[in-house]
């Protein structure tokens, strides 16, 4: 089973993201699934940043560890990442064991710009991992367009200046597209029907902004970035009742100031779908890093009593597909639904196949009769929903309590009826919410002990219940909570461990809420994903 | 459309004297006189007594939050920019809670009527100072009188880039008419301050009466001397208290702006195809 790690590091500001991606380009055009890890601090030039591209025969969302191939454009790459066992280093700039480039010598000696010492690196990459310079061109082409030329000039010197010393073998695959889980959740929206998307920027949400404000360009999907969260959230509620299908999207201290119009759409019934992206917190954290500390948060946000829909993919596939059906079960049910992610799964790109006309359900279309209500209250507590302007009639919606036209009410009957059109609403979803595949499950079918996790934590989850004969289960939909599919998963299971990304084990406290009584936990608070080899251990460790 | 028919058969619960009733009265008749329809026309208020217009209208209406209801009108407007959008607030909702919403609207020119009504007390929650009460305001919050000077919300409103800055009195329901018929005509962000009387906790109708006035011959468009009209009264001394449209001039509004080439449908498939082709 073959089986590459790949590390490129330098200073911020030197493109290693770039730089990752295109050595993503150069496997993926060798046929292989890709996966890259990019660690970054939360600074624009300096400091350290990596990225770890791991390339193998199966669809793969986690990172090994210690990469074994390192490319490192300074000293600190080599000093953290050590030499692997094959180091292609820039040899103006730091020393190691492996093969030196002179990589600042050979972009003065072309007049290229100083960024373009990667592209050197890559090419010399190549040479050292047996990979034919024709792949290294095309996939220049593909990374850098307009720019190629000069690109594969410079990559190729760094060929030239290397040997080879390995043979990562060609297979026959077409290349899938490297998408990260903020373009898969963007792409998602935009095919569950997303007319209208608002957001300001916070870290990791951000480039869900800037992948659709980049697509909604010469299209009429609308792409608004407002003066701050809480105009974020109500002024998506404003394009919700005039008719749009809207999402925000931001991460916990904007969540924060959201959390008026989250209860505002609970209560006045507007459909808004919310994409959350979890990191390290309280307060500002660690922005650039990954946490699943914000569960319990999003389960409860808001205040008063409402029915919502908390969603959390694992994957870039179901990040694409779960956020389309977000949108419809939003405008279905007249929620406020949650795509809950994290740094991990936001930015970290993997090969992904997507269905571009994935088919999401269509919203029943219901016709009232005689003078409208908006909150006309029906058996299931799902009223009709129109925007207006609506012939002859007015579409009043409320945050106070309201009777079923939308005028405010104290009466304790009304006031009653308000509550327990909510609560029905409420379980119409959960009913509704058992034709979904609302969990998956992963490993040995019949293993007695079972990993249960959520969210960007699956991949690494499912690689080592295969390794280690484990059952995962791990629900898609956490609110509401899949009880039955996940009683249903826990058939034969003995022992179960709960492995998350937070310290107190808000999965684990979620699951004791339905009496499902981990043995075990695992938790993750570094802001860096669980690596498989250190996961291993773990699990390991408390199966003893 | 008659104009009681724009009134909704909830039970109105505004104190006998409340500057509120004029308010919407004029809305009601402004809207007639206009040919608008109920179904034309969204009233969105905050949170506050003003507030209660979004039940007292039989219009669309956007009950909202306190502080929020402008963002919830730019939304709106930008989701339908065939709805004429009303926005009601307080004083506390717009100046204290939501005083970057404001601001925000005015500079980006959206095309929404907002009305302050402007009573420079918390009435919904029995007397309490504002952003305008008049310095040492001894309110339930400060009962030794204010440590702060009143800001001077017309003022801020051209600072911001409002393209219509106007005053009305809520005793004077003929020139508020002929403002909220000018600010809803108006293309751009329409901002109407109503100094209204609250007839519970801050009943200033004496002093307004004495010195509230209509300056003749003031031309709109001519900012330096909106200037001037404007800082005539600072919302804390005694100084005469101009009323009518202050300031006008025309813009390209937000909507315009956003929306243009947004029209038709959206290529969805494509769109994704097109994103993966990338990658």
Request: aromatic residues 8%; hydrophobic residues 40%.
């Amino acid at each position: 089973m073959n089986d590459y790690s790949i590390c490129i590091g330098g200073q911020a500001g030197e493109g290693i993201n770039k730089a990752g991606l295109l050595i993503g380009r150069v496997l993926g055009l060798l046929g292989y699934h890709l996966y890259m890890y990019y660690d970054y601090p939360s600074l624009i030039r300096g400091g350290h940043n990596f990225a770890i591209l791991r390339a193998a025969e199966d669809t793969i969302g986690a990172i090994q560890g210690k990469p074994e191939i390192v490319c490192a454009l300074d000293q600190e790459t080599v000093n953290r990442h050590g030499n692997g066992s094959l180091l292609i280093y820039d040899s103006d700039d730091c020393k190691g064991e492996g093969i030196g480039i002179p990589a600042t010598t050979i972009i003065r000696e072309e007049g290229g710009a100083p960024i373009a010492r990667n592209t050197v690196l890559i090419g010399a990459f190549c040479r050292a991992a047996g990979i034919p310079p024709e792949i290294l061109k095309e996939a220049i082409q593909k990374e850098f367009g307009g720019r190629a030329d000069e690109n594969q000039r410079l990559a190729l010197r760094g060929y030239h200046a290397a040997e080879e010393r390995m043979q990562i073998p060609i297979r026959t695959h077409d290349p899938l597209p490297m998408l990260a889980g903020n373009d898969a959740i963007a792409l998602g929206l935009i095919r569950g029907g997303l007319d209208a998307y608002v957001s300001y920027p916070m870290t990791p949400s951000s480039s869900i902004l800037h992948t659709m404000a980049d697509l909604a360009q010469n299209t009429p999907v609308l792409v608004i970035h407002p003066e701050n969260e809480i105009a974020v959230i109500t002024m998506a509620l404003g394009l919700s009742y005039a008719g749009k299908r809207v999402a925000v999207g931001t991460s916990g201290g904007g969540f924060c100031l959201m959390t008026e119009g989250v209860s505002l759409a609970g209560m006045a019934e507007q459909p808004v779908v919310i994409v959350m992206a979890m990191r390290p917190g309280p307060s500002t954290g660690m922005p650039t890093y990954s946490s699943q500390g914000d569960l319990g948060f999003v389960l409860h946000a808001g205040h008063g009593e409402f029915p919502r829909i908390v969603i959390a993919p694992g994957t870039t596939e179901e990040a694409y597909e779960w956020s389309a059906r977000a949108v419809h079960l939003a405008w279905q049910f007249q929620v406020p639904v949650f795509v809950l992610s994290d740094k991990n799964l936001g930015e970290h790109p993997k090969s992904t196949s997507i269905d571009p006309a994935f088919a999401v359900p269509i919203a029943s279309i219901r016709s009232p009769r005689g003078t409208y209500a908006r909150y006309c209250n029906m058996p299931d507590g799902i009223s009709f929903f129109y925007p207006p302007p609506l012939s002859g009639n007015v579409v009043k919606v409320n945050s106070y309590t309201h009777d079923d036209v939308g005028i405010t009410t104290e009466d304790p009957d009304l006031a009653a009826a308000s509550a327990v059109k909510q609560i029905r609403k409420g379980a119409t979803i959960e009913n509704e919410m058992a034709y979904y595949g609302c969990l998956r499950v992963d490993g040995r079918e019949d293993a007695p002990v079972a990993l249960i996790c959520f969210g960007s934590t699956g991949e690494a989850c499912r690689e080592i219940g295969e390794r280690l004969s484990l059952k995962v289960i791990r629900p898609i939909v956490l609110a509401p909570f899949p009880l039955a599919q996940f009683s249903d998963a826990l058939a034969g299971v003995e022992r179960m461990i709960v492995v998350e990304e937070n310290a107190t084990g808000q999965l684990d406290s979620l699951l004791r809420g339905y009496g499902i009584v981990s043995d075990r936990r695992i938790a993750n608070v570094s802001g860096r994903p669980f690596f498989l080899d250190e996961l291993e251990l773990k699990v390991r460790g408390v199966m003893q | 459309m008659k104009g009681a028919e724009f009134i909704s058969h909830a039970q109105n619960t505004w104190c006998p004297g409340c500057g509120n009733f004029v308010i919407q009265h004029t809305i009601k008749d402004v809207l007639s006189g206009l040919g608008k329809l109920p179904e034309e026309v969204v009233i969105v208020s905050g949170i506050g007594c003003h507030a209660k217009i979004a039940d007292y209208m039989q219009t669309n209406s956007f009950y909202a939050i306190h502080g929020r209801g402008i963002p919830v009108a730019t939304g709106i407007h930008l989701g339908n920019p065939q709805l004429t959008v009303i926005c009601s607030a307080g004083d506390g909702d717009a100046y204290a809670e939501g005083l970057d919403h404001l601001i925000f609207a005015a500079k980006r020119n959206v095309d929404i009527t907002v009305i302050i009504h402007d009573n420079r007390v918390y009435g919904l929650t029995t007397g309490q100072y504002t952003p305008t009460s008049p310095p040492g305001f001894a309110g339930k919050s400060t009962p030794e009188g204010t440590h702060e000077d009143p800001i001077n919300p017309p003022d801020l409103m051209l600072a911001s880039g409002a393209t219509f800055i106007a005053r009305s009195y809520s005793r004077d329901k003929k020139g508020m008419a002929e403002v909220l018929k000018r600010a809803i005509l108006h293309k751009g962000f329409s901002f109407v301050e109503v100094l209204q009387v609250c007839a519970s906790f801050y009943d200033a109708h004496a002093c307004y009466d004495e010195h509230v006035y209509t300056p003749e011959g003031h031309d709109p468009a001519n900012r330096d001397s909106a200037e001037r009209l404007i800082r005539e009264w600072n919302y804390a001394g005694e100084g005469a208290i101009p009323l009518g449209v202050l300031y006008e001039r025309d813009a390209p509004t937000f909507g315009e702006r956003v929306l243009a080439g947004k029209e038709g449908e959206i290529d969805r498939t494509g769109i994704i195809e097109r994103a993966i082709g990338k990658r």
